[in-house]
């Protein structure tokens, strides 16, 4: 596989540099990923990028090109050139799963190295990270609006790239799609490959009903014939008609059957083409539905009773469209210094921007009852968290608002898990295990927090240790910034 060394910003690799001189690049750090707000207007974001997270980071070397590319900038020294061509990330990195639901401020991955592999490594795992989970998240919102109907990933030719093709795809199904016409990302991936025809089928006939039959002579199963090259209702919902009525004459009708509208009223015409199947004896017919759809418009047409229960998305999915990134960010928390650490966070005029100091966990509390998401907490590594004792959170911006849970009456989970251990990736789940983990997790949020517009928004509370921390630290550095020690 192609070395990723060079994947990232100039500056990483200036900053290295300069450390290298020092003689500062070896120093532990530890630095933590989380993004700021939830993309869309929505009330969560859906975690996706590990597994190619987990790729580029085994690839993070600098080969004999790469070098020699650094060396042409004729900016660095031999022995600097030496250190990076002989670079391995030997670091640890822990990351909260993927198709886990998460929310903005909470710590998503926890990375500790040395200076030079956080900095050389940040942009490239950020890259990763906010493309990924965005176009999960999108996949999300959609799955959300279509309930249990097909949800099929058509964006490839739409996509930014091929590798956002094929991401884009991977991340759709830990969205909830369920499968791809993505052939590249079935292979890799080991997900289902899936559709139907184009109009170049049907027009590479003189008459659509040749198309349709001659379809039909080659393939057996999931007959979804395009019924909107000419005219929907005129031409061709009746040419399907006279297809699948001689396929039902032959006994070869299959199970997955009907058509595929692409272009005007999707409700108007799948309700009329849904009758006329009924009433030709194929009620069974499945109406798929596509052109430009989102989850805006496909909630739009179910309150409208269009008859479509199977849904191919493209455009609209793979490039994230409303949210053109996930501001996912990479901070220090912390540092050591003579061999002890030390918490470190961005003071910053914009309160937004205040960072989390110290190495932290991140725990997710549910109801006992019903297994239904309560909050999320942010400690301090080492802060004890246990079922059988009463938690109590207070609010950071607002000290006076507490909020108890009783012990007994919930249960907690760490989230963060190792993700790379002394440089080496962990085996990671199956992709089937993560669509499975990323469709309960969904079910553990009320819809209140998952509605489209203007969702409630999960609090992600900080431990009193954690705000004490924060407190102690800001007044030191504004002390310091005052000469008042
Ligand atoms: N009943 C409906 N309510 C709301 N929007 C709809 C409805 N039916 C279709 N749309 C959406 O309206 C947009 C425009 O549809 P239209 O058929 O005019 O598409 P088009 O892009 O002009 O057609 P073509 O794909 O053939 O070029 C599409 O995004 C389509 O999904
Ligand atoms: O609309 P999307 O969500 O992006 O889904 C993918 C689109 O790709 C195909 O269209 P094609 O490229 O043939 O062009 P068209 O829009 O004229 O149908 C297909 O018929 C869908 O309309
Ligand atoms: O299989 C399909 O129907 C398909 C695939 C890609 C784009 N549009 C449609």
């Not at 990076?84 to 030997?90: P, S, T, V, Y």
């Not at 960072?355 to 004890?384: A, H, S």
């Not at 431990?463 to 000469?483: N, P, V």
Request: glycine share 8%; aromatic share 10%.
């Amino acid at each position: 596989m192609k070395s990723t060394g060079l994947v990232t910003d100039f500056y990483q690799i200036s900053m290295t540099y300069a450390l290298f001189r020092l003689g500062r690049h070896k120093n532990q750090v530890v630095f933590d990923r989380f993004y700021r707000q939830n993309p869309f207007g929505g009330g969560y974001t859906v975690v996706a990028g590990l597994s190619h997270l987990t790729e580029f980071v085994n690839n993070f070397r600098y080969d004999e090109e790469d070098i020699a590319y650094l060396r042409s900038l004729g900016i660095f020294s031999e022995e600097f050139l030496s250190y990076l061509a002989g670079f391995r990330f030997h670091g640890d990195i822990y990351a909260v799963p993927e198709g886990t639901v998460v929310f903005p401020g909470e710590l998503l991955l926890r990375f500790h190295g040395t200076t030079a592999e956080a900095m050389l490594m940040e942009t490239g795992l950020s890259m990763i990270m906010n493309h990924e989970s965005l176009i999960a998240t999108k996949a999300r919102r959609i799955r959300t609006v279509v309930g249990s109907d097909a949800l099929m990933e058509f964006g490839l030719r739409r996509a930014q790239g091929q590798s956002a093709g094929l991401w884009g795809a991977r991340s759709a199904m830990i969205g909830g799609f369920n499968g791809t016409s993505n052939v590249e990302a079935g292979q890799r991936f080991h997900i289902p490959v899936l559709g139907t025809m184009a109009h170049s089928w049907v027009m590479s006939f003189d008459h659509e009903i040749d198309a349709f039959r001659e379809y039909v002579k080659c393939y057996h199963e999931n007959l979804i014939l395009l019924a909107d090259t000419y005219n929907v209702l005129e031409i061709g919902v009746p040419d399907a008609i006279t297809v699948f009525h001689e396929l039902k004459a032959q006994g070869k009708l299959p199970k997955v059957y009907g058509i595929r509208i692409d272009s005007g009223d999707l409700a108007y015409l799948s309700k009329e083409a849904k009758r006329m199947f009924t009433e030709a004896g194929l009620p069974d017919a499945i109406i798929s539905g596509s052109n430009d759809l989102d989850e805006y418009l496909i909630q739009s047409l179910k309150h409208q009773g269009a008859t479509i229960t199977s849904w191919g998305v493209g455009t609209k999915c793979i490039t994230a469209d409303g949210s053109s990134a996930l501001g996912g960010v990479f901070k220090m928390s912390a540092r050591w210094e003579d061999g002890k650490v030390q918490p470190v966070m961005k003071i910053s005029e914009d309160v937004h921007k205040i960072t989390n100091p110290g190495i932290k966990e991140v725990y997710r509390f549910y109801r006992k009852d019903n297994g239904k998401m309560i909050t999320d907490l942010v400690c301090l590594q080492g802060e004890e968290i246990r079922e059988d004792r009463d938690v109590v959170f207070v609010t950071e911006a607002a000290p006076w608002r507490k909020k108890h849970l009783r012990a007994g009456s919930f249960t907690v989970r760490p989230l963060l898990k190792p993700l790379i251990q002394k440089g080496k990736a962990v085996k990671l789940p199956e992709i089937s295990e993560i669509i499975d983990y990323a469709n309960q997790e969904m079910a553990t949020l009320w819809p209140e927090y998952t509605r489209l517009v203007n969702p409630d928004i999960m609090e992600v509370n900080l431990s009193c240790r954690l705000q004490e921390l924060k407190k102690e630290i800001i007044a030191r550095e504004l002390a310091d910034k005052h000469h008042l020690t």
